[in-house]
C-alpha cells in the first residue's frame, strides 16, 4: 500500500487506432474523439467502432500549468486533463482544456486558459430565452447576469481525448455573462446548437500540480 | 512556409523586440520614443521624447522571480499624482507565459507586486463606502480617492496609455502587506489585489546591481505591524505567550505587598498587628546591627493567647513544628516566610541578654509576600523562551516584549539582565556565523 500513488486516472477502454494500430488508452467513459499519440491520426469514437477522420494538426508546444493525463488540484479539488483545443483569435490564442473530476473522477469540466486568465467551468441545464448568441451585447444585463465579453476563435488543433467531436477550422463564438464576483456564465454557439456553462475565475496561484 | 518577421520602428527604423504574449497592443521604440500600434499596421500613435525619464532601478528585458513564479519586465509606465510634483511612481508590466501579466510597482524604493483579480464583486462595490471585503478579507479604504495620470511610457503595454490619461484609485488596505486597488480609467473597471514585497530579495532576484538598489526604510511602528500581520504559528505563540506574561504581570501588579507591622525595638515589647489578606505569604524581616544584639533577641507570635510561633538564637518553630534551623550565630538578620491567617495577632519581643537599649532592632510583618524563588523558573522560562524567538525569528517584537516584561518585573534591575541577554545573543550569533 505504502508505494501506491495518492491518485491515479483509470483507464475506461482501450483500443487500437485504426490508422497505425497503437493502442490508444481511453481514460473517460464518454470521450468522442482522440488523438493517437503516435501518428496524430484524429479518431471518432461511436458507440463500440472506432472511426479515422484526418490528420490532426500538430499544435506547437507553449508554455502551460497544465499536462496532458497530470492530474492537477484547485482549491483541493482534483482534476485531470485529458484533452485541450486551441483557439485563435488572430494575434494569439486560448486554450479550452477538458478535465475531468468530481467524487468520482468522472464528471466533464472545462478549464479555459488566456494568459493567465483562468476560468474552470461545467456544462449547465439552463434554458435561454433566445437561440441567437448574436443577440447578446457588452453590458447588457439578463437577470443577474451582465455580458462582460463576446468573442470568437477558430479551432487551430486538439490534443489528447475530446468528449465531443471538432475539426480544425470551427468557429467558436462565445459570450461571457458575469453575476459579480468571480461566478460566470458562458454561452457557447456553434452551427448547429447552443451550449451553456456555468463556472468560476480561478486564481492561476491556486492550480497546484499533485506530482512533479 | 512560415514567415520570419523582424520588426522596425516605423518612425526611426530602429529594432524593435517584442516580449510579452498576444494582448500586448503597443510598443515604444527605445530610441525614439514613438509608441506603435501593433494592432494597427504599427501606426505611430504618439511620442514621449520630451519627458524626463524617471531614475529606476529596473529595465525592460529584465527576468526574475516574484511569488515563485518567473516574470519578465516588458513595458513601463510612469503616473504622476495629482498633489504634488515629485508624487510618481512607476509601474512595470510583467509577463508570465503561465500566469499572464502582472504589475512590478516601484515608488520611492518600496516594492510591490499587483495582478489582476476578477473574483471581486464590483457589482456590490459602492465607491463612497469606506470597506470592501475580498476572498474573506475586510479591507479599509487607506486615504481619499485620488486621479493620476500617464506621464512616461517605455515598451510593451496591453493597451494604449496615452500621456496625461487619467485613473481614478480606491486605495484599500487589509495590512501593511497587503492592499486592494479599484482602478477607473475612460473605459474599464479594474480590480487588482496588492502585496509588498521585500525590495532586497526582488533587486537580487531580477539582478539589479547594488548602486541601482534604492531600499525605504520602515519604521519601527511598520515593522511590528508587520510581524504582528504574520500568520505564521510560532509568531501567533509567541505573540500568545507575550499577552498570557502580560496578563500575569498585571495581576501581580494588583498585589502588593503590604508593611502590617514596622518597629524599632530597644526592649521587650509587645505589638498588636492584624492579618487581613492570606493569598501568598507573611514575611518577618528581623534586622539588627550585630549579631550580639540580635542574639539578645527573641520574637513570638501569639494568637488568641497561643504562640503559634516562636524564634530565636537557638530554635525556630511554627504552630509546634520546627521550621528548620534559626539565624546563625553570626548573623545580624533574618527572614522568615509564613502562612497566617487572618485575624488579630500578638508580637511578642522579649530581651533575654544584656545588650543596650541604643542600638535597635528593627522587625517587619508583610502581608501579600511573594518568595522570589517562585519567580526564578519564570524568569528562567522568559529568557530561554525569548532567547529562542530573538535569535530563530529575528524579529523586533520579541526584544521589544522581553525588555518590557523584564523592565515590569525587575524595574531597573532588569537592565542587568537585559544586558546579559543582549550578550548571549551577541555570541550565538558570532557563534552561527563562525559555523
Keep these: 500500500m505504502k508505494n501506491q500513488p495518492l491518485y491515479q486516472t483509470t483507464i475506461?477502454?482501450?483500443?487500437?487506432?485504426?490508422?497505425?494500430?497503437?493502442?490508444?488508452?481511453?481514460?473517460?467513459?464518454?470521450?468522442?474523439?482522440?488523438?493517437?499519440?503516435?501518428?496524430?491520426?484524429?479518431?471518432f469514437l461511436e458507440d463500440d467502432s472506432v472511426k479515422f477522420i484526418g490528420k490532426a494538426s500538430t499544435l506547437s508546444p507553449e508554455p502551460s500549468l497544465l499536462e496532458l493525463r497530470v492530474p492537477i488540484s484547485i482549491e483541493d479539488k482534483i482534476y485531470t486533463p485529458l484533452g485541450k483545443i486551441r483557439y485563435s483569435y488572430g494575434r494569439g490564442f486560448w486554450e479550452e482544456w477538458f478535465l475531468i473530476g468530481?467524487?468520482?473522477?468522472?464528471?466533464?469540466?472545462?478549464?479555459?486558459?488566456?494568459?493567465?486568465?483562468?476560468?474552470?467551468?461545467?456544462?449547465?441545464?439552463?434554458?435561454?430565452?433566445?437561440?441567437?448568441?448574436?443577440?447578446?451585447?457588452?453590458?447588457?444585463?439578463?437577470?443577474?447576469?451582465?455580458?462582460?465579453?463576446?468573442?470568437?476563435g477558430e479551432c487551430m488543433g486538439f490534443?489528447?481525448?475530446?468528449?465531443?467531436?471538432?475539426?480544425?477550422?470551427?468557429?467558436?463564438?462565445?459570450?461571457?455573462?458575469?453575476?459579480?464576483?468571480?461566478?460566470?456564465?458562458?454561452?457557447?454557439?456553434?452551427?448547429?446548437?447552443?451550449?451553456?456553462?456555468?463556472?468560476?475565475?480561478?486564481?492561476?496561484?491556486?492550480?497546484?500540480?499533485?506530482?512533479? | 512556409m512560415n514567415r520570419v518577421y523582424s520588426l522596425k520602428c516605423p518612425n526611426c527604423a530602429g529594432a524593435l523586440n517584442l516580449l510579452g504574449g498576444g494582448r500586448?497592443?503597443?510598443?515604444?521604440?527605445?530610441?525614439?520614443?514613438?509608441?506603435?500600434?501593433?494592432?494597427?499596421?504599427?501606426?505611430?500613435?504618439?511620442?514621449?521624447?520630451?519627458?524626463?525619464?524617471?531614475?529606476?532601478?529596473?529595465?525592460?528585458?529584465?527576468?526574475?522571480?516574484?511569488?515563485?513564479?518567473?516574470?519578465?519586465?516588458?513595458?513601463?509606465?510612469?503616473?504622476?499624482?495629482?498633489?504634488?510634483?515629485?508624487?510618481?511612481?512607476?509601474?512595470?508590466?510583467?509577463?508570465?507565459?503561465?500566469?499572464?501579466y502582472g504589475w512590478l510597482i516601484y515608488e520611492k524604493g518600496e516594492i510591490s507586486f499587483s495582478k489582476r483579480v476578477r473574483d471581486f464583486n464590483l457589482q456590490r462595490w459602492n465607491r463612497d463606502s469606506e470597506t470592501a471585503f475580498y476572498q474573506k478579507g475586510h479591507y479599509l479604504l487607506k486615504n481619499e480617492p485620488y486621479n493620476a495620470s500617464v506621464y512616461f511610457v517605455q515598451g510593451e503595454l496591453t493597451w494604449?496609455?496615452?500621456?496625461?490619461?487619467?485613473?481614478?484609485?480606491?486605495?484599500?488596505?487589509?495590512?501593511?502587506?497587503?492592499?486592494?486597488?479599484?482602478?477607473?480609467?475612460?473605459?474599464?473597471?479594474?480590480?487588482?489585489?496588492?502585496?509588498?514585497?521585500?525590495?532586497?530579495?526582488?533587486?537580487?532576484?531580477?539582478?539589479?546591481?547594488?548602486?541601482q538598489q534604492v531600499i525605504k526604510k520602515r519604521t519601527v511602528s511598520e515593522k511590528i505591524e508587520e510581524e504582528l500581520e504574520e500568520g505564521k504559528p510560532l509568531s501567533l505563540y509567541g505573540i500568545m505567550a507575550i499577552g498570557?506574561?502580560?496578563?500575569?504581570?498585571?495581576?501581580?501588579?494588583?498585589?502588593?505587598?503590604?508593611t502590617i507591622l514596622n518597629k524599632e525595638i530597644h526592649t521587650t515589647e509587645t505589638y498588636p498587628f492584624t492579618v487581613e489578606h492570606t493569598s501568598f505569604l507573611n514575611q518577618i524581616t528581623i534586622k539588627s546591627t550585630s549579631h550580639s544584639i540580635l542574639n539578645n533577641y527573641q520574637f513570638s507570635i501569639e494568637k488568641t493567647n497561643k504562640e503559634i510561633f516562636?524564634?530565636?538564637?537557638?530554635?525556630?518553630?511554627?504552630?509546634?513544628?520546627?521550621?528548620?534551623?534559626?539565624?546563625?550565630?553570626?548573623?545580624?538578620?533574618?527572614?522568615?516566610?509564613?502562612?497566617?491567617?487572618?485575624?488579630?495577632?500578638?508580637?511578642?519581643?522579649?530581651?533575654?541578654?544584656?545588650?543596650?537599649?541604643?542600638?535597635?532592632?528593627?522587625?517587619?510583618?508583610?502581608?501579600?509576600?511573594?518568595?522570589?524563588?517562585?519567580?526564578?523558573?519564570?524568569f528562567i522560562f522568559i529568557v530561554l523562551f525569548f532567547l529562542y524567538f530573538i535569535v530563530k525569528q529575528q524579529k523586533l517584537i520579541y526584544p521589544i516584549a522581553f525588555v518590557l516584561i523584564m523592565l515590569g518585573i525587575f524595574g531597573l534591575t532588569s537592565l542587568f539582565f537585559i544586558g546579559l541577554v543582549v550578550l548571549s545573543i551577541a555570541y550565538i550569533t558570532k557563534g552561527s556565523r563562525n559555523d
Design chain 1, 12 to 43: 475506461e477502454k482501450t483500443i487500437n487506432c485504426p490508422q497505425c494500430g497503437d493502442e490508444l488508452p481511453i481514460y473517460f467513459k464518454w470521450t468522442k474523439l482522440v488523438e493517437c499519440q503516435s501518428c496524430k491520426s484524429s479518431i
Design chain 1, 102 to 152: 468530481g467524487k468520482h473522477h468522472n464528471l466533464e469540466f472545462w478549464l479555459s486558459v488566456d494568459e493567465g486568465d483562468f476560468v474552470l467551468e461545467s456544462k449547465a441545464n439552463i434554458v435561454l430565452p433566445f437561440k441567437n448568441i448574436e443577440r447578446l451585447s457588452v453590458g447588457k444585463k439578463y437577470g443577474k447576469f451582465v455580458v462582460t465579453e463576446i468573442g470568437e
Design chain 1, 159 to 212: 490534443e489528447g481525448e475530446l468528449p465531443e467531436p471538432i475539426a480544425i477550422g470551427d468557429i467558436h463564438k462565445y459570450a461571457h455573462l458575469s453575476e459579480g464576483g468571480s461566478d460566470l456564465m458562458t454561452i457557447e454557439s456553434s452551427s448547429d446548437e447552443i451550449k451553456i456553462f456555468r463556472g468560476n475565475w480561478i486564481d492561476p496561484f491556486s492550480i497546484k500540480r499533485l506530482y512533479g
Design chain 2, 24 to 100: 500586448v497592443q503597443t510598443t515604444t521604440c527605445p530610441y525614439c520614443k514613438s509608441v506603435i500600434d501593433l494592432n494597427d499596421n504599427y501606426k505611430v500613435l504618439y511620442n514621449f521624447k520630451n519627458s524626463v525619464v524617471p531614475q529606476v532601478p529596473f529595465k525592460l528585458g529584465m527576468s526574475g522571480k516574484v511569488e515563485d513564479v518567473e516574470w519578465t519586465i516588458i513595458g513601463w509606465i510612469v503616473y504622476s499624482g495629482e498633489y504634488a510634483i515629485d508624487d510618481m511612481w512607476s509601474e512595470f508590466l510583467l509577463f508570465s507565459p503561465f500566469y499572464g
Design chain 2, 160 to 211: 494604449v496609455a496615452k500621456k496625461n490619461d487619467k485613473t481614478r484609485y480606491w486605495d484599500y488596505k487589509k495590512s501593511i502587506n497587503d492592499s486592494l486597488n479599484i482602478e477607473q480609467s475612460k473605459k474599464e473597471l479594474e480590480v487588482y489585489h496588492t502585496k509588498r514585497l521585500n525590495a532586497q530579495e526582488v533587486y537580487n532576484s531580477f539582478g539589479v546591481e547594488k548602486e
Design chain 2, 244 to 258: 498570557v506574561t502580560l496578563l500575569m504581570l498585571l495581576l501581580l501588579s494588583l498585589i502588593t505587598n503590604r
Design chain 2, 310 to 378: 516562636k524564634i530565636n538564637k537557638n530554635r525556630v518553630y511554627f504552630t509546634k513544628h520546627k521550621l528548620g534551623e534559626t539565624w546563625s550565630s553570626n548573623a545580624i538578620g533574618a527572614k522568615v516566610y509564613l502562612r497566617l491567617e487572618r485575624g488579630e495577632y500578638i508580637l511578642k519581643v522579649k530581651k533575654i541578654g544584656k545588650a543596650n537599649n541604643f542600638t535597635p532592632v528593627t522587625i517587619k510583618i508583610e502581608e501579600s509576600v511573594i518568595r522570589n524563588s517562585y519567580f526564578l523558573p519564570l
